[in-house]
């Protein structure tokens, strides 16, 4: 059988798809889209869950690189990784751009 690899790209936009899974995560980006930076705190309040969970999140998106943290002591400030939210929008924009279907439902 042959060895089949996913492209970086494939790699890089099912990171992405991955970390952005999660409402609550869909909440964190849009909430720190509209803000140069914020702090932990800022975020917490905005959303309907425990911090712990809320760090868990914040952890997820940070590994993925679509949001970046800097501590300054005794807190954490959050703000999107611009450079690799550029990447992910292009890179979902292509993908989306992709069909081929001339039907708007071409399944039916």
Excluded at 23 to 42: E, H, M, S, T, V
Aim: aromatic letters at 10%; charged letters at 25%; glycine letters at 4%.
């Amino acid at each position: 059988m042959e060895n089949k690899e996913y492209t970086t790209k494939q790699e890089q936009i099912a990171r992405f798809a991955k970390a952005m899974g999660h409402p609550a995560r869909i909440a964190i980006l849009n909430f720190l889209a509209k803000q140069d930076c914020c702090f932990f705190g800022d975020i917490h309040e905005v959303l309907p869950i425990s911090k712990a969970t809320v760090s868990q999140h914040l952890k997820e998106l940070k590994d993925a690189g679509l949001i970046q943290g800097e501590i300054e002591t005794p807190k954490v400030k959050y703000c999107i990784n611009r450079e690799n939210w550029k990447i992910a929008s292009i890179l979902f924009a292509k993908f989306f751009g992709q069909c081929v279907c001339k039907k708007e439902s071409c399944c039916e």
